[in-house]
């Protein structure tokens, strides 16, 4: 078997062009590799999600909804790694780490691994630098109208009615083999 393959777009340049705003980690940096601490339990990592924090965002912003998302798994359509939904527009920084439970109802929906919560960073062994795209969405609704059950998916198709910007990070994680 051969992991060979066109790199994938990123998803986000295919969706209607909205706002930006800051975005910034103390953990992760865009085309840097991430720490181990942030990987997977299944590839030797810590599965924390990295301090993230956000600022300028649109002045009617009602909530956050933050996301990570693999675009370069080899899966055809990425991995969804968080969606962390319903942050009250109060917050502007997750804590290394965070626990939502602090969060004020914000809840987390099913990872691809299948939990809720983040999951960290597991490529296959030997392939190539994999991208994370960490997204913080402003949205002009205090919260989105999905239960937990919801999928990342289900999650993404009510942000495309209600994001009114988003703001982007993009680490890499490879396990080399």
Sequence with gaps: MT????????????LPTVPSFTLTSDDVANGEPMDERYAHGSVGGGNISPHLAWSDFPAGTKSFV?????????????FWHWSLV??????T?????????????????RN??????????????????????????????DRLDVPPSASPAAVGFNLA?????????????QVKE
């Design 93 to 109: 920084e997750l804590p290394r780490g965070v626990e939502e439970s602090d969060l004020g109802g914000a809840f987390s929906v």
């Design 161 to 173: 009615f209600h994001t009114l910007a988003r703001a982007v990070i993009r680490p890499t994680y």
């Design 112 to 141: 691809d691994y299948g939990d809720t919560g983040y999951g960290g960073a597991a490529p296959p062994a030997g392939d190539r630098p994999h991208r994370y795209v960490f997204v913080v969405h402003a949205v002009d609704v």
């Design 66 to 78: 933050v996301t990570c998302l693999d675009p370069d798994a080899p899966t055809g359509n990425g």
């Design 3 to 14: 992991l060979e393959r066109p790199i994938a777009p990123d998803p986000y340049e295919l």
């Design 86 to 91: 319903n942050v009250p527009v109060s917050v």
